[in-house]
């Protein structure tokens, strides 16, 4: 079964202080892992999308690397407005739909 | 990015009553579209899979003559909530793929807040 685990389940950053979030998943085939930044209220805003082991990908102060068993979302120097949940999806070979973690609640605190 | 859109953004219904939600690309044509339930402070849990053109495929435990789904063309997909209960009660939200980009990224809507009283 495909299985996707965020961790922390919460983080509190002060401002400036860079850190990582963790997901971890298992699944039969990997067609592509996701990156989303959810607000209170709102739909689940794209980040990043990464095919194979090895890939990275930048966006502002935010860095997305994949192995073959986990990827990292890299913090760089957080803002306030940087405080959301982040959540990692996957895309199962031969399935169109993601599979979701439970997400990481970042605060991020001037 | 690609911009999907849902309307109502919030609706309050009475029990036993029924409720559409829509979902609309608005930039691009979604052959496939996808309905999440979200209930506070968890993850997203996909319901169905809407096909343009043929019958959605729901996951194990969804009640199909509950929620019903219908893509009537590549921009919209509408799901509508029937004989509603309080249980129903949470956060919709839909979202499409556009192929036209040659990728898999999924784009989701705004969410509609669902509340049965």
């Known amino acids: 079964e495909d299985q996707v685990t965020q961790s922390p389940e919460a983080l509190r950053l002060q401002e400036g202080e860079s850190s990582s979030l963790n997901c971890s998943y298992t699944?039969?085939?990997?067609?592509?892992l996701f990156w989303y930044r959810q607000d209170p209220g709102k739909g689940p805003e794209f980040l990043f999308t990464?095919?194979?082991a090895g890939e990275e990908k930048e966006k502002e102060r935010l860095k997305a690397t994949l192995t073959k068993k986990e990827s990292f979302l890299h913090i760089t120097a957080p803002k306030p407005e940087d405080s959301a949940t982040y959540l990692c999806a996957v895309q199962p070979a031969g399935r169109r739909a993601l599979t979701f973690g439970s997400g990481t609640r970042l605060q991020v605190q001037p | 990015g690609a911009v999907v859109s849902q309307h109502p953004s919030w609706v309050i219904c009475k029990s036993g009553t029924s409720v559409k939600i829509e979902c609309r690309s608005l930039d691009f044509q979604a052959t496939t579209m996808f309905w999440y339930r979200q209930f506070p402070k968890q993850s997203l849990m996909l319901m169905a899979t809407?096909?343009?053109?043929?019958?959605?495929t729901y996951e194990q435990g969804v009640e199909k003559d509950k929620f019903l789904i219908n893509h009537a063309s590549l921009t919209l997909s509408t799901l509508t909530v029937t004989s509603a209960h309080p249980e129903d009660s949470s956060f919709y939200i839909c979202s499409a793929r556009d192929w036209g980009e040659g990728s898999y990224e999924q784009y989701f809507g705004p969410g509609t807040r669902l509340t049965v009283t």
């Open positions: 809407s096909n343009e053109g043929s019958k959605a």
């Open positions: 990464l095919y194979s």
């Open positions: 699944v039969s085939g990997l067609r592509g």
